[in-house]
């Protein structure tokens, strides 16, 4: 069995009609739900001018697998923030800004972002310093429900059923 750890992912960005029964999906699959409750997501979670946040218990590796996936297919931006399993990995927070590649940072159990040495001397520089702690705290933007086109429409069919 995989390590496990709760997982919370937030996603904005500009998206298709026909996307949104796909990304609703993506989240089901991975057990992912409106609150840390349990209300299940439906289409209607997604709403123009604000982003959704899905919240999962004992996702493998902290994961939110499916969803992480749908969104970089779609260049849906997101932020998920995970927690540690004790032995096996810490805390930390992965940025997707709809760009490849993804930016994982670690993160105390404050949910502070963590700069080693290694690292401080890798980026070389202050400036290149604050870019990085700049780019932790980036927050996807609201989405932008855009009507479809045919080609959207078949691509969001083809990619999720």
């Not at 919240?55 to 540690?84: M, W």
């Amino acid at each position: 069995m995989a390590d496990r750890a709760t997982a919370s992912i937030v996603i904005g960005g500009p998206i298709p009609r026909s996307c949104i029964p796909g990304l609703i999906a993506a989240i089901e699959l991975d057990g992912g739900r409106a609150d840390w409750e349990g209300e299940a997501l439906d289409d209607t979670c997604v709403s123009d001018g604000k982003t959704l946040e899905a919240f999962a218990y004992e996702l493998p590796g902290g994961i939110f697998q499916e969803t992480e996936s749908f969104c970089e297919q779609h260049a849906l931006p997101f932020v998920r923030s995970s927690g540690s399993c004790a032995g096996a990995f810490g805390p930390e927070r992965v940025v997707f800004t709809g760009q490849c590649p993804t930016a994982q940072f670690d993160l105390t159990e404050q949910d502070e972002v963590v700069l080693t040495r290694c690292g401080y001397r890798a980026l070389g520089s202050a400036e290149a310093v604050d870019r990085w702690f700049v780019s932790a705290e980036f927050t996807p933007p609201p989405f932008a429900i855009a009507e479809d086109e045919a080609s959207s429409v078949r691509t969001c069919e083809l990619c999720h059923g």
